[in-house]
């Protein structure tokens, strides 16, 4: 079976200060696929990055990076000099192969304040 | 139109109605799927169609009834449904691999908000 897990419920930070959220993966398999999406207030859920488990390098692109850690299952994602746009619901997936095996977390709302 | 759309955005039905969804994705994909989306629980897979065929129905109740008439379209049959089927309904598109493999990313419709009084 396949989890993915996002502690995380909630988080508040004030404008300009820097963000991680959190993700962990359970897989039995070794080839994997790992995605990032946010999801605006809009409702639709818009692609991040995805990442496939032969690939650690970790990712910057602008104020968004992503450290990938094998080693602890882990897939976290940070922001930098958050803004209020950044508000949104955020979540993490995981995918091993199959259509079928596409899995969420149940997401972490973050809320940048003014 | 770009992208993946949903109709209508929104809609309010007793649990005797009927109504349908509708999704076009204008991308081009070979795979549409419908998830649920409810408070405080992860996306709901509940139906998988690859190239116009059924590929995975997670479960679902038969009063969700999905169409894929073509590749770029699906809908999703409504009938005789219960309040806590309330939820958001998205619709997403994805390209599979020849092998059938999720390692595309897929790209979301808006959602349609769906209340059952």
């Known amino acids: 079976a396949q989890k993915v897990t996002q502690a995380q419920t909630e988080i508040s930070v004030v404008e300009k200060e820097d963000v991680t959220l959190d993700c962990v993966y359970e897989t039995r398999d070794t080839t994997y696929y790992l995605f990032w999406y946010k999801q605006p207030p809009s409702g639709e859920l818009v692609f991040l990055i995805r990442r496939n488990s032969f690939d650690e390098q970790n990712e910057i692109s602008g104020r968004y990076s992503w450290n990938f850690q094998k080693s602890t299952s882990s897939f976290n994602f940070t922001i930098t000099a958050s803004q209020v746009v950044d508000s949104a619901v955020y979540f993490c997936?995981?995918?091993?192969?199959?259509?079928?095996?596409?899995?969420f977390g149940t997401g972490t709302k973050l809320q940048v304040i003014p | 139109e770009t992208g993946v759309t949903q109709t209508p955005r929104h809609l309010v039905m007793g649990m005797t109605n009927k109504k349908s969804l509708k999704c076009e994705q204008h991308?081009?994909?070979?795979?549409m799927y419908w998830y649920k989306q409810s408070a405080k629980k992860p996306l709901e897979l509940m139906f998988v169609?690859?190239?116009?065929?059924?590929?995975e129905n997670n479960s679902v109740p038969s009063r969700f009834s999905p169409e894929c008439p073509n590749s770029s379209h699906l809908f999703l049959h409504l009938h005789t449904l219960q309040p806590e089927d309330s939820a958001l309904y998205l619709c997403a598109s994805s390209q599979l691999s020849l092998s059938g493999s999720a390692n595309n990313e897929q790209f979301f419709g808006p959602g349609t908000r769906l209340t059952v009084l």
């Open positions: 997936a995981l995918s091993t192969g199959g259509y079928q095996k596409v899995t």
């Open positions: 169609y690859s190239l116009e065929e059924r590929v």
């Open positions: 991308l081009g994909h070979n795979a």
